[in-house]
C-alpha cells in the first residue's frame, strides 16, 4: 500500500516560484514511477508531469513544459515538482501520484494519490 503526503502549496503572485514535496510511505519506493497531476475548480484532473524509476526519464504536460521540473530522491522516498513562472491558470489542487508504468502521461495511468495540496497564483 502506498501512502503519498503532498505539501509546499500556497499562495504566490504570478511570475513567482513553488516547490512541492511529496513523501511516500512504501516499501520499494524505487519500484515506482511517480508523478503530479492537477484539478482546478469546475474543471478535468489535467496531467502535469511524470518521472520514471531510476529518476532518468520524465515526462511533462505541454502547458507546464519548461516553467516545471519533476525530480526524485529515491533515498528518501520523495518527489518533487519545481514550479517557476507561475500563471494564474497553473491555481489548482496538485496531487502527487504512483503508477506502475514505466512512465506515466495521462491521469488514468496512476494508481492513487495523495490528499493533495492547494496551490493559488494571483495576477
Known amino acids: 500500500q502506498v501512502h503519498l503526503v503532498e505539501s509546499g502549496g500556497g499562495l504566490v503572485q504570478a511570475g513567482g516560484s513553488l516547490r512541492l514535496t511529496c513523501a511516500a510511505s512504501?516499501?520499494?519506493?524505487?519500484?515506482?514511477?511517480m508523478g503530479w497531476f492537477r484539478q482546478a475548480p469546475g474543471k478535468e484532473r489535467e496531467f502535469v508531469a511524470a518521472?520514471?524509476?531510476?529518476?532518468?526519464?520524465?515526462h511533462y504536460s505541454d502547458s507546464v513544459k519548461g516553467r516545471f521540473s519533476i525530480s526524485r530522491d529515491n533515498a528518501k522516498s520523495t518527489v518533487y515538482l519545481q514550479m517557476n513562472s507561475l500563471r494564474p491558470e497553473d491555481t489548482a489542487v496538485y496531487f502527487c501520484?504512483?503508477?506502475?508504468?514505466?512512465?506515466?502521461?495521462?491521469?488514468?495511468?496512476?494508481?492513487?494519490w495523495g490528499q493533495g495540496t492547494q496551490v493559488t497564483v494571483s495576477s
Open positions: 512504501v516499501r520499494s519506493f524505487i519500484t515506482y514511477a
Open positions: 501520484a504512483w503508477s506502475s508504468r514505466a512512465i506515466p502521461t495521462v491521469v488514468p495511468d496512476f494508481a492513487s
Open positions: 518521472i520514471a524509476r531510476t529518476g532518468v526519464i520524465t
